[in-house]
């Protein structure tokens, strides 16, 4: 199967995603939300690219190809949409980096900067609706004031994780039955640092 990303054919194998083949030939799309290999569900929207044949906007990470595709992921209206995106998440996310977390660690952060995104352009982060940081176990933290709520710890940890409540003011919530199921190598995928280690 073949398909074009930016005016240039690529080979595709039938069962893969947009953004897998994207990444394999070098393109990069922002992504927040997926991880190859684990599981996901489009939730960032960061990934949207432009499919010029149907003149849609799809999510790369949840598309799969067909053949024949025309797909546009740098160009003007392309980029907007993907700085609106990443603009949605930091009106709720907190803007400062705290320690021990590293900001140069933040994907969020790093496509913030990369894309120009402002911080306020939505609505400003409220800290009256956040908490502070959760001790999950041993080492391991995790800061509801980092978290975009995309949904990889959700999906990967085997049923540690899970959402609480809906739209603006849902959250991810560990029960405490489950904390012996936290896989700690979640800290690695998780895109802005709101599961991290405290070395004592």
């Given at each position: 199967?073949?398909?074009?990303?930016?005016?240039?054919?690529?080979?595709t194998l039938e069962s893969e995603k947009l953004i897998e083949v994207a990444q394999r030939n070098g393109i990069e799309i922002p992504t927040l939300c997926?991880?190859?290999?684990?599981?996901h569900q489009a939730s960032c929207m960061v990934c949207v690219v432009k499919d010029c044949n149907t003149g849609q906007f799809i999510p790369s990470?949840?598309?799969?190809?067909?053949?024949?595709?025309?797909?546009?992921?740098?160009?003007?209206?392309?980029?907007?949409?993907?700085?609106?995106?990443?603009?949605?998440?930091?009106?709720?996310?907190?803007?400062?980096?705290r320690p021990p977390c590293k900001p140069e660690n933040c994907k969020l952060r790093k496509y913030a900067l990369a894309y120009h995104a402002k911080w306020n352009t939505f609505q400003r982060y409220s800290a009256i609706k956040k908490t502070q940081s959760q001790h999950i176990k041993d080492n391991l933290w995790f800061d509801v004031n980092k978290?975009?709520?995309?949904?990889?710890?959700?999906?990967?940890?085997?049923?540690?994780f899970t959402f609480k409540e809906r739209g603006f003011n849902m959250q991810?919530?560990?029960?405490?039955?489950?904390?012996?199921?936290?896989?700690?190598?979640?800290?690695?995928?998780?895109?802005?640092?709101?599961?991290?280690?405290?070395?004592?």
């Open positions: 199967m073949k398909i074009k990303i930016n005016n240039k054919e690529y080979e997926y991880a190859k290999g684990l599981k990470c949840d598309t799969l190809i067909t053949n024949g595709m025309n797909i546009d992921t740098e160009s003007d209206e392309v980029r907007e949409l993907q700085k609106q995106s990443l603009e949605l998440l930091l009106s709720d996310h907190i803007a400062v980096c978290c975009i709520r995309c949904g990889l710890c959700v999906y990967n940890s085997h049923d540690g991810v919530i560990l029960p405490v039955e489950s904390i012996n199921n936290v896989n700690e190598l979640l800290c690695e995928i998780c895109p802005t640092q709101a599961l991290f280690f405290i070395i004592l």
